[in-house]
T-cell receptor, first 115, second 112 residues
Framework: GAGVSQSPRYKVAKRGQDVALRCDPISGHVSLFWYQQALGQGPEFLTYFQNEAQLDKSGLPSDRFFAERPEGSVSTLKIQRTQQEDSAVYLC?????????????FGPGTRLTVT | DQQVKQNSPSLSVQEGRISILNCDYTNSMFDYFLWYKKYPAEGPTFLISISSIKDKNEDGRFTVFLNKSAKHLSLHIVPSQPGDSAVYFCAASDQAGTALIFGKGTTLSVSS
């Protein structure tokens, strides 16, 4: 029973570079979420997918952030022209049922450092 | 404005004693609450949840209490063990929501 996996675990990017972060959710989980966690803070919602449909992207901080889940399983979070304020841990979570009204299971996160 | 607040950044407890972690919320639409535990360099791990139709939920050493009128919940760990040392996050959701709203976390240290 594999859990949620994320890659890479650590990413260092120079300011202005594009990055792509990958999430493999638990097999069969309908819902997939991306969160951003800054140092000393709790996770903050970025975006939500139900299968391949992106139903909520209200938490994406700017149009430099883009997420996709084209086949309803693996998801990629892309950040274009990275800025120092993008440095954070990016967490992916999945859930068996639609919506956020249920336990979400988190991956280990990708720590992004923008220099 | 934070909708979920964990006002104690840290808590230290001796092994075998009770740990009580507190959480307050401001949004009266929240009706489902969860506690997550996080070790360094790992993602949050689900611990226990409670819906607003209940005021208590138990799972082994972990009990969550919900006081809706006070918009307050707490997590009790009895007895505390050194392996419980971690950051604990309170989170909340409502039926229309698509996200969990997290507090900033409380770091629990259990000494042997």
């Amino acid at each position: 029973g594999a859990g949620v996996s994320q890659s890479p675990r650590y990413k260092v990017a120079k300011r202005g570079q594009d990055v792509a972060l990958r999430c493999d959710p638990i097999s069969g989980h309908v819902s997939l979420f991306w969160y951003q966690q800054a140092l000393g803070q709790g996770p903050e919602f970025l975006t939500y997918f139900q299968n391949e449909a992106q139903l909520d992207k209200s938490g994406l901080p700017s149009d430099r952030f883009f997420a996709e889940r084209p086949e309803g399983s693996v998801s990629t979070l892309k950040i274009q022209r990275t800025q120092q304020e993008d440095s954070a841990v990016y967490l992916c979570a999945s859930s068996l049922v639609p919506g956020g009204y249920y336990e979400q299971y988190f991956g280990p996160g990708t720590r992004l450092t923008v220099t | 404005d934070q909708q979920v607040k964990q006002n104690s950044p840290s808590l230290s407890v001796q092994e075998g004693r009770i740990s009580i972690l507190n959480c307050d919320y401001t949004n009266s639409m929240f009706d489902y609450f969860l506690w997550y535990k996080k070790y360094p360099a790992e993602g949050p791990t689900f611990l226990i949840s409670i819906s607003s139709i209940k005021d208590k939920n138990e799972d082994g050493r972990f009990t969550v209490f919900l006081n809706k009128s006070a918009k307050h919940l707490s997590l009790h760990i009895v007895p505390s063990q050194p392996g419980d040392s971690a950051v604990y996050f309170c989170a909340a959701s409502d039926q229309a929501g698509t996200a969990l709203i997290f507090g900033k976390g409380t770091t629990l240290s259990v000494s042997s």
